[in-house]
């Protein structure tokens, strides 16, 4: 079994900046693919960033583009998300999601067999 555990989210004005981090225990060398979800209130959880095992392939969805940055550290088996100039629209509450060794970088949800719980960040405007 893979445990994911979120932190980092809170609090931050517009204009500002946030950094989520995902930590991994358990059965770690089961996990690929890495990616952050997100789901704003009376929405569904949409794709935010991935990134591949050896982080040679990072994705992200339009709206964030050029604002956040998702990264890993193997060693420490984390995954991070920086997230800049952070805007009202942002306000959501983060996942972070691990696909099954094996599985593909992808946008979907079905992709990604580990979750975490969540946490929520703030925007204010």
């Known amino acids: 079994q893979v445990r994911l555990v979120e932190s980092g989210g809170g609090l931050a004005q517009a204009g500002g900046s946030l950094r989520l981090s995902c930590a991994a225990s358990?059965?770690?060398?089961?996990?690929?693919?890495s990616a952050w979800f997100r789901q704003a209130p009376g929405k569904e959880r949409e794709f935010v960033a991935a990134?591949?095992?050896?982080?040679?392939?990072?994705t992200y969805t339009d709206s964030v583009k050029d604002r956040f940055t998702i990264s890993r550290d193997n060693a420490e088996i984390t995954v991070y998300l920086q997230m800049n100039n952070l805007k009202s629209e942002d306000t959501a509450v983060y996942y972070c999601?691990?696909?099954?060794?094996?599985?593909?970088?992808?946008?979907?949800?079905?992709?990604?067999?580990?979750w975490g719980q969540g946490t929520q960040v703030t925007v204010s405007s």
């Open positions: 990134i591949s095992w050896n982080s040679d392939i990072t």
């Open positions: 999601a691990a696909g099954r060794c094996g599985s593909r970088l992808s946008s979907s949800q079905s992709s990604y067999g580990y």
């Open positions: 358990g059965f770690t060398s089961m996990i690929s693919a």
